[in-house]
């Protein structure tokens, strides 16, 4: 049976997308490439490979979720020197954790994935860049106000890697 690697997370909007951006480019002195703009997010919960059934079922389970909209401050970088990810985490959000639980739960309770680590939201801007990348001036702080989560498809093509929502869900009050 056919599986694809999937995870359920936040996409960012355009004017953070170029927050990030700019700042990279003009304060941030790197070695390698930063991750695809196009594939930046933060994760609520990994799900590895998934088959058809299976995703179906998510699918329902996120649609039944309720939660309000809500915002996420970004205003600061940190990066994990064992596997070189350097990265974004948002101020707490106790919104964001009540999200990302029952996400991560059900991952564990059907045994697709069980994270090791306790969750740590975050937006990756290198992977496996050792040493740390010098920031030399901080970053603008940000406001990321999140309406929808995502159920994401990770795939390669010839382009690179891709992240393709192939369900969205929204939040309402």
């Known amino acids: 049976m056919a599986t694809r690697r999937l995870f359920f997370g936040i996409g960012l909007d355009e004017q953070a997308t170029s927050t990030i951006q700019q700042w990279l480019s003009r304060s941030v002195a790197h070695h390698q490439p930063p991750t695809l703009a196009r594939n930046w997010h933060i994760t609520l919960a990994f799900l590895a490979q998934v088959d058809t059934p299976t995703t179906d079922a998510l699918i329902e389970f996120a649609e039944q979720l309720k939660g309000a909209p809500f915002e ?4 600061q970088s940190g990066y994990w020197a064992h596997n070189g990810i350097f990265y974004l985490p948002p101020a707490p959000s106790d919104a964001l954790g009540s999200l990302a639980a029952p996400l991560r739960a059900l991952s564990e309770q059907w045994q697709l994935y069980t994270n090791p680590y306790p969750y740590s939201p975050h937006i990756t801007l290198f992977r496996n860049h050792k040493p740390t990348p010098q920031v030399r001036a901080p970053m603008t702080p940000f406001t990321l106000t999140v309406t929808k989560f995502h159920l994401y498809h990770s795939h390669s093509s010839q382009d690179g890697l891709h992240y393709t929502p192939i ?6 009050a």
């Open 167 to 172: 369900a969205s869900f929204g939040l309402s």
């Open 72 to 75: 996420l401050q970004f205003s």
